[in-house]
């Protein structure tokens, strides 16, 4: 199986949604612009936020058993892609990619 680097590449914030309709939290995400990790065999890195790997678990598995190519050349390597966790307030881009 092949080994997927996940890289944080970029948080989005609206605060004007989160004011709107997020009740006050001190503590949100832990993930900085720029953390890596790498998946092995498919599984779930240590220290990766649950929330966002299971917005991207699907992508990692099948780029670990070879297949890639998703939605006919979305992405320029075919063999990565780009997910977003599926905060609605404060969402982080990951960009996949089979190392």
Known sequence: MN????TAIRQT???????KY???IEHTCDVVEGQQW???????PEGMCPSA???MREFVE???????????GW??????????CNDGFRPF????EVV
């Open 3 to 6: 080994k997927v680097r996940i």
């Open 62 to 72: 099948a780029l670990a058993r070879g297949e890639g190519n998703f939605y006919d």
């Open 93 to 96: 881009s990951f960009y996949l």
């Open 22 to 24: 997020e009740n006050p």
């Open 13 to 19: 914030v609206y605060p004007d949604l989160m004011a």
């Open 75 to 84: 992405m320029k390597n075919p063999m990565s892609a780009m997910i977003s």
């Open 38 to 44: 790498l998946s092995i065999d498919g599984k779930c």
């Open 53 to 55: 790997w299971s917005s």
